[in-house]
């Protein structure tokens, strides 16, 4: 099955700092998926970015697809971004599931 | 208004013990989802349904039973509960299969 690399497995920033946290994968995708796991626990969906780019606030996300990797940015970082981000592809093959990496953690300190 | 919505939120047992968690959506939605994060927090899909038909059924241990009784709701029943089954258990769903997908809070299972 389709294989999804995510790095840094880890990232510390202060507040205010900018990153860049990439999701690599092995297969041609339908559907790619940021989140992002809040220190409570709640997924929330970031992105639906199977190609193209996105923007919204101060998150955008890139996806190109025919050198199979995505990128999330994260601009002017703030403590509430902290948590763990997650990218998630369903391969073209017609597995129809989402299938996880093992996400980025992120520390945002004040 | 709470989108997906999951109960219980934390479920503690014995092993053995059969249980049942919860979940419906209000957002209209056609697919729904059972996923499992582990300690690792390692994210997997165990099911999937489409207007209430199963459409993914991961390799799971047959204790575990999905039933959707209508398109809003997408139970998960667990027998003969075993400590490995200790875990965080996310509903999910989207409009239709491969849509953006919104998550439940959650229901985290520590079986003792």
């Known amino acids: 099955g389709i294989q999804v690399e995510q790095s840094p497995p880890d990232l510390i920033l202060q507040e205010g700092a900018n990153s860049t946290l990439r999701c690599n994968f092995s297969d041609s995708v339908n559907n790619l998926q940021w989140f992002h796991q809040n220190p409570w626990g709640q997924l929330i969906n970031l992105f639906y970015?199977?190609?193209g780019t996105k923007q919204n606030g101060r998150l955008s996300a890139t996806t190109v697809a025919t050198e199979r990797y995505s990128l999330l940015y994260i601009s002017s970082s703030q403590t509430t971004d902290s948590g763990v981000y997650f990218c998630a592809v369903e391969g073209q093959g017609g597995s129809e599931k989402l299938v996880f990496g093992k996400g980025t953690k992120l520390t945002v300190n004040p | 208004d709470t989108a997906v919505s999951q109960t219980p939120k934390y479920l503690v047992t014995q092993m053995g013990n059969d249980k049942s968690i919860k979940c419906e959506q209000n957002l209209g939605h056609d697919t729904m989802y059972w996923y499992k994060q582990d300690s690792k927090k390692f994210l997997k899909i165990m099911f999937s349904?489409?207007?209430?038909?199963?459409?993914i059924n991961e390799t799971v241990p047959n204790r575990f039973s999905p039933k959707s009784p209508d398109k809003a709701h997408l139970n998960l029943h667990i027998n003969s509960l075993e400590l490995g089954d200790s875990a965080v258990y996310f509903c999910?769903?989207?409009?239709?299969?491969?849509?953006?997908?919104?998550f439940g809070p959650g229901t985290r299972l520590t079986v003792l």
């Open positions: 970015i199977p190609s």
């Open positions: 999910a769903s989207s409009l239709r299969h491969a849509d953006t997908q919104y």
């Open positions: 349904y489409n207007n209430k038909e199963l459409i």
